[in-house]
């Protein structure tokens, strides 16, 4: 394991290995999204859920999205708000847009585990994305009978707006357009998962990047990514790292911030806030 104490010493490190890099890989987990003010208890939910916590006593967005209700007015009166929230709100701290005018001149590309689009939203290009889990902004057949998704914003501001007494309309229900069931998020909690052309397409770009880079003075950048679905960032990362001896891994957590010994003499672990880091990197 490897943990520096001088913060100074990490961000000069930290620009040494964006300067040198060919390319840059960057891993992108929650822990990015709740550093740029997403968060999904405390005041923010208390603030848009608070009729939802009286009701069913669930302190925060994750607990509710996976509540049973008992009507699909009710379900996407909540589905409704949180998709608002989190995908067609803007996040409260400019920690994206920091991080592009970080690698926007570089050769980089961006796999990531989150569904909140704010990659896109600061400028970051679409064919230098990889959304591994799915997209707030999109609904699948809740079947699913196909393998299309579709665009979800008109529908869910319009029930943002329409909603009352903690139900939408019955009229705003998403139902799919080919088998008439239910439409349901585009994000990777079952084997329902869609993975529609783009995904698919998304995809090979990432795998094109990796395979015309992976030998060159490439840099893993991770950040804010946790132990839920290391098998998507994590562990990849520590592998090509492994393999390449002119790589380089950094990752930023700000509770777990650790490499393996195989790589540590190319690696940089910084155990703080994401934020802290890109101010630190923009005064530089």
Not at 68 to 86: D, G, H, I, M, Q
Request: charged letters at 25%; proline letters at 4%.
């Amino acid at each position: 394991m490897k943990y520096t104490e001088e913060f100074s010493e990490e961000i000069e490190k930290l620009k040494e290995y964006i300067n040198d890099a060919q390319a840059i890989v960057i891993g992108a987990g929650a822990g990015l999204s709740t550093s740029a003010g997403f968060a999904y208890s405390g005041k923010r939910f208390h603030e848009n859920f608070h009729d939802f916590e009286t009701k069913y006593n669930f302190h925060d967005m994750y607990t509710g999205g996976f509540y049973p209700y008992s009507t699909l007015e009710e379900y996407w009166a909540y589905w409704s708000r949180y998709v608002f929230v989190n995908r067609y709100s803007d996040a409260p701290k400019p920690v994206y847009e920091q991080l592009f005018e970080l690698v926007k001149d570089k050769n980089y590309f961006v796999i990531t585990t989150n569904v909140d689009h704010c990659f896109q939203k600061a400028g970051f290009s679409k064919d230098r994305l990889f959304y591994t889990q799915g997209d707030y902004g999109l609904f699948q057949c809740s079947e699913p009978c196909h393998t299309k998704t579709y665009d979800n914003e008109d529908a869910i501001r319009r029930m943002v707006v329409e909603q009352k007494d903690m139900k939408v309309p019955t009229a705003l229900v998403p139902r799919c357009p080919i088998c008439g069931k239910p439409m349901s998020m585009n994000l990777r909690a079952d084997d329902t998962f869609v993975e529609d052309d783009g995904w698919h397409d998304a995809c090979l770009r990432y795998e094109k990047f990796i395979l015309q880079n992976e030998r060159k003075k490439i840099l893993y950048l991770e950040l804010g990514v946790g132990m839920n679905t290391p098998a998507i960032i994590k562990y990849p990362f520590w592998r090509l790292s492994a393999n390449n001896t002119d790589a380089r891994y950094v990752c930023v957590n700000v509770d777990a911030a650790y490499a393996p010994r195989e790589i540590e003499s190319r690696s940089l672990c910084i155990s703080c806030d994401i934020s802290d880091v890109l101010n630190a990197l923009s005064k530089k």
